[in-house]
């Protein structure tokens, strides 16, 4: 047995047995991991509550082996919470909503368990800290994090220049398949024509520029929104089943 530590966060949780679960983290030094919590569902067990879905915590991990992935999970046999975050994004629905898509959306980037991935989870970390402390709508909060988890997955859009020749912004057609906004040489079939304001909605998040970001008029984060929700659907094949719940 090899004994391993990192912090992660939570990502999900799923039953086993009579008082076990299955706990999938997003580690810092290991990227994905699941790991078998045992007894953490009794009444009496220490740290079953730090195990639960948006908690930022240090765990401690046995595995068979050298590898931290291989023929069986590894144990997590201890658990210390770093950041509760759970407590603050439940509270509210639309942070909840907004959290819960950004799980499923980092455990979509980092389908190759113990493949490190730091960028995604520093992304997710500093996600969950701005959602839980209510400084932006969670909204808001949710595209940027999807936009720049596209970014660092290799799939940043374009908002200003061609996304094809280059040329150079603004350009008013948007495409999915394009990789973003195109110009009127470039553009395909299917490309829609986005308000300008949407569009600088769209640059503003990528780039953490919460000024223009917070000050958007609502009509325009919403139409910003369905931009996002297609070009990340384009990328993973498929959409988030949590993002319908974002978008009621």
Known sequence: MSLFRDD??????QKLGEADRIITLLTRRHGRVRAVARGVRRTKSKFGARLEPFSHVDVQLFARGGELVGRGLPLCTQGETIAPYGSAIAADYDRYTAGTAMLETAERFTDHEGEPALQQYL???GGLRTLASGEHQPRLILDAFLLRSLAVNGYAPSFDNCAKC???G???F???GAGGVVCAECRVPGSVVPSRESLELLGALLGGDWETA???EPHFCREGSGLVAAYLQWHLERGLRSLKFVEK
Do not use: E, K
């Open 8 to 13: 992660g966060i939570v990502l999900r949780t």
């Open 123 to 125: 992304l997710l970390v």
């Open 166 to 168: 280059g040329m150079d």
């Open 170 to 172: 603004p350009n008013r």
């Open 174 to 176: 948007f495409s999915v």
């Open 214 to 216: 917070d000050a958007c």
